[in-house]
C-alpha cells in the first residue's frame, strides 16, 4: 500500500481509545476497574425522551433520510431553548444546525473555515479535538495557557499582535473540560471584542452550560451584543440530557459560519435519525425541572472527590459547573502520567492525567463524576490508602 496521508500517520491516537485497551485487559484478569476517566453520563435520559424515541421510532414514515441539517421540528427547538435558556433570538432557518454529536461539528469547523498554514488560537488546556482538528487541516496554533492564578481563563493581551493578527479561529470552553473553570459575560464581551477587533471567528464549546451546581447558571458567548457576528456555539445533548450515545447536538450563531458548516457536512454525511430528532425536540422544549434533581446528584459526587482529594493533599478547587474535578498533584508526586499509570495497576482505578490535555495540564489530573455515588467513593477511598502507603 502506498503511504497513506503525512497528517493522519502523524496524528497520535485518541487517549481514551488507546486507554480502553489497556482496561479490558485489566478486567480480562479479574481487576474491578472503577472508570472516573471518562465524560459519559451513567444515568439515563428522562422517560419522556425515551418515550418519544420509542413512540416515533414506530412510525413506518420516520425510517428514511431527514432533512439535512436536521428536521425543522428540532432547529424550531433549539431556537426556543435559546430563547428560554438564554434570552437570545436564534434563527431556526439561518442560525441553527443539528450536528451528529457536538464532536463532529467542532473537528468539521476546522475543515470548514481553515486554509494550510492558517492560524488557530487553542486553549491550553484543550478538549483534544480541537488540537487533531487544526492538525489535519494542516493549520498552526498558537496556545492560549489557562492558569490558576487567571482562573483558567485565556489572557487575551497575552497573545502576540501578529499571533492575533493571523489568527482565523479562536477556541473558547466554558464551563471548561478539563479544569471545570467558568466565565462570566464580561469575559465573553472581552472575547467577542478581542474577535472583532482581529477579525476572528471565536468557536465556543459550551456541553456544559446545564451541568451547574450551588445555584450557578452559566451564560450563553451570544448573551453579549454583536456576539453572532464574530461566533459560533456548539452545544450537544450529551451531558445536558444523559444522550451522550445518541449523537445528537447542535451549531448555533454566526450566520455565514452555519452556512459554511451545512454544506461540508451535506457532502459527508445524511443528517440524524429522525426519532432521535423528535426525542431531542422533546428534551429541549419540554419542563427541565428533572435537570435540577439531576444536577443535585453530581454535585454530591463532586463533593465526594473535593473533600477526597484535598484530604490527599492535592490542590484544587470546588468547581460550580461541568462533570470533572481538576486537581494539582499532592508535592509527592511528580509525573501524572505516572501517577495514573500506577494508581490504575494498583488500585483498578482510572483517572486521566492532565498532560493529554496540553502542557498546562503537565501537573494535574483530571476526574469525571459520571459513575455512581457508591463507587466514587470506593474508587477515592482506594486512592487515599494507596497514597498513604508511597
Avoid at 235 to 257: C, D, F, H, P, Q
Avoid at 273 to 281: E, N, S, Y
Avoid at 287 to 315: A, H, M, P, S, T
Wanted: with cysteine; aromatic share 10%.
Amino acid at each position: 500500500m502506498k503511504q497513506p496521508s503525512k497528517t493522519v500517520a502523524n496524528l497520535k491516537p485518541y487517549f481514551f481509545a488507546s486507554l480502553n485497551t489497556v482496561l479490558a485487559d485489566l478486567q480480562e484478569k479479574g481487576v474491578d476497574v472503577i472508570r472516573l476517566d471518562m465524560g459519559s453520563p451513567d444515568l439515563p435520559p428522562a422517560s419522556f425522551i425515551i418515550d418519544k424515541l420509542v413512540e416515533s421510532a414506530k412510525n413506518p414514515k420516520k425510517h428514511g433520510y431527514s432533512p439535512a441539517g436536521g428536521s425543522p421540528g428540532f432547529l424550531k427547538a433549539v431556537s426556543t431553548y435559546y430563547k428560554r435558556r438564554f434570552d437570545v433570538e436564534i434563527d431556526p432557518q439561518t442560525e441553527t444546525l443539528a450536528l451528529i454529536g457536538s464532536k463532529e461539528g467542532l473537528f468539521n469547523l476546522n475543515r470548514t473555515m481553515l486554509n494550510p498554514g492558517d492560524m488557530v488560537l487553542l486553549p491550553d488546556p484543550y478538549y483534544p479535538v480541537y488540537l487533531a482538528g487544526a492538525q489535519l487541516a494542516d493549520a498552526r496554533y498558537h496556545f492560549m495557557p489557562l492558569i490558576k492564578e487567571n482562573n483558567f481563563l485565556p489572557d487575551f493581551d497575552a497573545i502576540p499582535e501578529n499571533i492575533a493578527r493571523e489568527a482565523k479561529i479562536m477556541w473558547l470552553n466554558y464551563p471548561n473540560n478539563p479544569t471545570g473553570a467558568v466565565a462570566d459575560l464580561d469575559f465573553f464581551k472581552r472575547a467577542v471584542a478581542f474577535a472583532k477587533k482581529n477579525d476572528i471567528l471565536i468557536a465556543h464549546d459550551a456541553p456544559y452550560c446545564d451541568l451547574c451546581f450551588d445555584g450557578y447558571e452559566a451564560p450563553s458567548i451570544l448573551e453579549v451584543e454583536g456576539a453572532k457576528d464574530v461566533a459560533v456555539e456548539f452545544n450537544s445533548l450529551s451531558k445536558t440530557y444523559n444522550m451522550a450515545g445518541w449523537r445528537i447536538g447542535m451549531a448555533v450563531g454566526n450566520k455565514e459560519a452555519i452556512r459554511l458548516l451545512a454544506n461540508y457536512k451535506s457532502q459527508i454525511d445524511s443528517s440524524i435519525f429522525m426519532p432521535i430528532l423528535d426525542a431531542g425536540q422533546a428534551a429541549l422544549t419540554a419542563d427541565q425541572g428533572w435537570l435540577v434533581e439531576r444536577n443535585k446528584i453530581y454535585e454530591k459526587r463532586r463533593d465526594v472527590v473535593y473533600n477526597g482529594l484535598k484530604d490527599c493533599g492535592f490542590e484544587l478547587d470546588l468547581p460550580k459547573a461541568a462533570l470533572y474535578v481538576w486537581a494539582k498533584l499532592p508535592p509527592k508526586f511528580h509525573d501524572p502520567l505516572k501517577f495514573c499509570a500506577d494508581l490504575l495497576n494498583d488500585t483498578g482505578v482510572s483517572m486521566t492525567p492532565g498532560v493529554v490535555y496540553g502542557p498546562s495540564g503537565a501537573d494535574y489530573i483530571r476526574i469525571s463524576i459520571v459513575i455512581p455515588t457508591d463507587r466514587i467513593e470506593e474508587a477515592v477511598g482506594r486512592m487515599q490508602a494507596w497514597i498513604a502507603a508511597q
